[in-house]
Every structure is written in structure tokens, then in C-alpha cells.
């Protein structure tokens, strides 16, 4: 598979700002473990963050636009990356649920303007449910006296939550349907009873704004309901005659973002492979560069050949995603799987190459290692992601 002109363009364009906007700044913000709003401004006033660059990558029939803009965000800095990149996961659930209605006015409010740039959230997990999403305890109740549902419950390690102009928010309406009985809803910001709870200081990717979100009797009109309550009416009735067919929200959405998450991945394995690579040409021991040595060599050879491999997963499941082609073997978990331990094993082998300096708070790969781990848990731990690949492989259903 080849990239056209303008996908080439578009990559040595993000490429540049990744350069000279991100790697300059990417340990300040990492040490302040603050939200990057000058960043995130100037990210939104170059054009990288906005609708229009989002629509126009979605659009793309190869599916590849986003994929390449990822990974050189996220080779420029994970953290910087996601604290931009954390709204696509709510756009992802938009488009996994919503309407054309919905979608159209809610997407671009997750982006905001170039002069008023917002963030949005995509709140799934909570304390007693991280991978086992069926387990999920925040509850929407429908109050047909007001055509509102009444959301009540607490989110966790949610990126942008509490701070975000766009939440979308997963619940359970029919608890013994189990994920088949779960529904997403959008809370607009200013409802009363959304509030943000415990920030959490995170081990890597600090950058990126992680929280709980606390839903007290949050009261919302009918139409903030994705899909629709007819829809849901019919998924939940073939659900309860025991059908299957219906996707549960939370496994649809991720389903979307796989490959994107999969190359942020890749996109912190290059940067330490070729960090690495440099170094070990540089490097002087024993009166020779130490990649003449043949365990650095092939230990580099090892790197490159899973970052390469890592970029191929990703492209085919980007490239099948966009052809609406179904993943029959989990290959969006495919995707994810290998991007997220290519970065992890890629990192902390170019540490070792790099001995105590890349130990050292001062050598980027010390940041991309701990950046790295995060990839292997969120949206589904490496363990989720071989269960989906096995019983893709097997035929058998997740429930």
C-alpha cells in the first residue's frame, strides 16, 4: 500500500509541528501534569485540531489520513498528542451511535473554534468496571412524564472528564440485559449534577487531563439520547428475545478508535527505535560505534522490524475500517495489540541501549517508556485484546 501526494504532504505538515511545536515543549508539560491549553490553542489555530481536518481524514476512502497524523503526533509527544487527541474517542462514539442529526450538531462542539478551542470525553469505565464493561453500575432512568433520562453514577480515569464541552456518557438502562442493555447519552457542559471528581496524577501521558466524572441526578431531554429512543426501544427488545445482533455502545466505539489508538502506539515506537538508532551510531566504546556490536544490532533490528510490523496492522485495519469491511478476525484488536507492546518492548529496549542515560529523567526515552504502558490498558488491556482476537478466531460471540 502506497501513499498519494496528498497523504505525503499531510504527514511532513504534522510531522513539521510535531518538530517544532511539540518536542520543545513535551517535558515541561509532562513535569506539570497540567492541561496544555496554550498548546491545544495553537494546535486549534494551525488547523490540526478542528472539525474540518477531522471530517477531511474521516473521509479519506483509504482510511489512512488520520493514521498518519497520529502516529507523528504522537511520535512528536503521547501526552501533547492525547490531550488533543482525547476528543476523537467521543467523536468515535457520535459515530457509532448517533444520528446524522446528532452527529452534525454535536461533533463540532467537541473541537470548539480556532479562537475558543474545546475538548470532549468519552466516559465508559468506572472503579468496579474497567474491561468488564457489562458490569457497568451508572444507571439512565426515562421519566416519560418529561421525556428526560436521569442519569446517576461515577466514572473513572476518563480522559478530559469534568473539563470537557462534550460528554458522552454510557450507562445501563435495562441491568439484567447486561452490555446489550447499555445505552450512550450526550451531557452537554453547565448540566446540573455533572461535575468532575478526583483528578488523577498519572505515570505517564501527564499532559493529558484524566478524571472522574460524577453524574447526580443529571436530568436530560430525550434528544441527547444517541440513536434515538425508537432505536433503543427495538435493540432492547431484541435483546431481551435473546438476538445478538445489536453491537453493545461501548465495544461499537471502540471497534472505531482501535487502529487510531494502535497508532499513537507506533507513533512513541519510532520515536525511541530511531532515538535509539542514532545513539548507537554515536555512541563510542571500546574504540568503535556500538552498533557494530552484534547485540545492539540486533536488538535495533528487533525494534525496527516491530514498528514496521506494527504500522502494517494498523494500516489494514484503518484501510478496512474505512471500506466498512468487518474485522472477522479482530483485526482492529490486532491493531492495538501489536502497536501498543511494539511501543512498550521498543522503549524499554532502547533504554538499555542507551544504559544509564536513558535511565535518566533528562533522555526523552525515559517519558516514552512510561507513555508507552498506558497503550497496553486503556480501551481495552492487552488481555481484552487477545480474548477478542481468540473468539474472532473461534467464532464465538462476545457478550
Not at 118 to 135: H, K, R, T
Not at 310 to 338: D, H, I, N, Y
Request: aromatic share 8%; net charge negative; proline share 4%.
Amino acid at each position: 500500500m502506497s501513499l498519494n501526494d496528498d497523504q505525503r504532504t499531510l504527514r511532513e505538515w504534522v510531522h513539521g509541528f510535531a518538530v517544532s511545536s511539540m518536542r520543545p515543549i513535551a517535558q515541561e508539560w509532562d513535569e506539570r501534569e497540567e492541561v496544555p491549553w496554550s498548546f491545544i490553542q495553537e494546535a486549534a489555530t494551525t488547523g490540526i485540531y478542528s472539525f474540518d481536518f477531522f471530517a477531511n481524514a474521516y473521509a479519506d476512502p483509504t482510511g489512512l489520513t488520520l493514521m498518519l497524523a497520529l502516529e507523528e503526533l504522537a511520535w512528536g509527544d503521547a501526552g501533547l498528542c492525547m490531550s488533543i487527541m482525547g476528543s476523537t474517542l467521543a467523536v468515535a462514539g457520535l459515530l457509532a451511535a448517533g444520528t446524522p442529526e446528532q452527529q452534525m450538531e454535536w461533533i463540532p462542539a467537541c473541537f470548539g473554534t480556532p479562537s475558543d478551542p474545546q475538548v470532549a470525553a468519552f466516559a465508559v469505565s468506572e472503579a468496579d468496571a474497567g474491561s468488564d464493561v457489562s458490569s457497568l453500575r451508572t444507571r439512565a432512568v426515562y421519566d416519560e412524564a418529561t421525556d428526560e433520562w436521569v442519569l446517576n453514577g461515577t466514572k473513572a480515569w476518563i480522559t478530559n472528564g469534568g473539563i470537557a464541552a462534550v460528554h458522552v456518557v454510557v450507562a445501563t438502562v435495562e441491568p439484567a440485559l447486561g452490555a446489550r442493555g447499555q445505552a450512550s447519552f450526550v451531557v452537554p457542559p453547565g448540566t446540573p449534577g455533572l461535575r468532575m471528581g478526583q483528578k488523577f496524577k498519572k505515570m505517564g501521558i501527564r499532559a493529558s487531563h484524566t478524571a472522574e466524572v460524577v453524574l447526580e441526578d443529571c436530568r436530560l431531554p430525550g434528544r441527547l439520547l444517541l440513536g434515538g429512543k425508537e432505536a433503543l426501544d427495538e435493540r432492547l427488545a431484541r435483546a431481551r428475545e435473546g438476538a445478538r445482533s445489536a453491537q453493545q455502545a461501548a465495544m461499537a466505539t471502540f471497534e472505531l478508535s482501535r487502529p487510531a489508538v494502535g497508532a499513537q502506539a507506533l507513533g512513541i515506537a519510532r520515536a525511541a527505535y530511531e532515538y535509539a538508532l542514532d545513539y548507537a551510531k554515536e555512541r563510542v566504546q571500546f574504540g568503535r560505534p556500538i552498533i557494530e556490536n552484534q547485540a545492539i544490532s540486533f536488538a535495533l533490528t528487533d525494534m525496527a522490524m516491530a514498528v514496521e510490523s506494527a504500522r502494517l496492522f494498523v494500516w489494514r485495519a484503518a484501510w478496512m475500517a474505512a471500506q466498512q469491511l468487518p474485522f472477522t478476525k479482530g483485526e482492529g484488536s490486532m491493531a492495538k495489540l501489536a502497536a501498543s507492546e511494539a511501543a512498550v518492548n521498543v522503549t524499554g529496549a532502547a533504554i538499555q541501549i542507551l544504559g544509564g542515560f536513558g535511565y535518566t529523567r533528562d533522555c526523552p526515552v525515559e517519558r516514552w517508556h512510561r507513555d508507552a504502558m498506558i497503550y497496553t490498558i486503556f480501551e481495552g488491556t492487552s488481555e481484552i485484546q487477545r480474548l477478542i482476537i481468540a473468539r474472532s478466531l473461534s467464532g464465538m460471540k462476545l457478550r
